[in-house]
């Protein structure tokens, strides 16, 4: 039982590239949920999921798209990166919904140059 | 939407001394209260957690409290050791949004 996994760990892009953080829980939790975070501004959502094939768009959302095509994985995806994108993003999920314990992944720390 | 407020962001104690860190909410439906440690390069981890018809909570040194009418909750460590170090953050969970809205975290260090 892995748990939350997230790869890459660590990844540098230029300005302009593309790129999939991946996250894949073990778990058969139904709810998934990407927050980045940024110092002195705590864990904002990004994107989440309640289930397979259903998305829906947090606090944050603007330059990265997701999916939710399996119960397992959730990748989210930078379509042209920016500075502003650099950041440590978390992967999490919940057995249920955001009401039940979250379970987050190690952390993927994204620099955009 | 949701609005957490979390203070102090940084709190320094001694070893054996107790910790309490406050969160403030906007949102009076909201009706979940995790709190989560974060060790450096790590993901958050929950400690504990309260629900809104629940006051307190106790887990051996850590404990929660809740007052749903002035709309803030607490997290109270007492007997603090130094593997306590590490950034808490407390969040709320209102229904009409369906996720967790985090305050912007503490920082505890605890002094040998």
């Known amino acids: 039982n892995a748990g939350v996994t997230q790869t890459p760990k660590f990844q540098v892009l230029k300005t302009g590239q593309s790129m999939t953080l991946q996250c894949a829980q073990d778990m058969n939790h139904e709810y998934m949920s990407w927050y980045r975070q940024d110092p002195g501004m705590g864990l904002r959502l990004i994107h989440y999921?309640?289930?397979?094939?259903?998305?829906d768009q947090g606090e944050v959302p603007n330059g990265y798209n997701v999916s939710r095509s399996t119960t397992e994985d959730f990748p989210l995806r930078l379509l042209s990166a920016a500075p502003s994108q650099t950041s440590v993003y978390f992967c999490?999920?919940?057995?249920?919904?955001?009401?039940?314990?979250?379970?987050f992944g190690q952390g993927t720390r994204l620099t955009v140059v | 939407g949701e609005n957490v407020e979390q203070h102090p962001s940084t709190l320094s104690v001694q070893e054996g001394d107790s910790a309490v860190i406050k969160c403030t909410y906007s949102d009076s439906a909201s009706n979940y209260f995790p709190w989560y440690k974060q060790e450096l390069g790590k993901g958050p981890q929950l400690i504990i957690d309260i629900r809104s018809n629940v006051g307190e909570k106790k887990d051996q040194r850590i404990a929660v409290t809740l007052n749903k009418t002035a709309k803030h909750f607490s997290l109270h460590i007492t007997e603090t050791q130094p593997e306590d170090s590490a950034v808490y953050f407390c969040a709320a969970s209102p229904p009409s949004q369906g996720n967790l809205i985090f305050g912007k975290g503490t920082k505890l260090s605890v002094k040998p």
């Open positions: 999921s309640v289930g397979a094939g259903i998305t």
């Open positions: 999490a999920s919940s057995y249920f919904d955001s009401n039940t314990e979250a379970f």
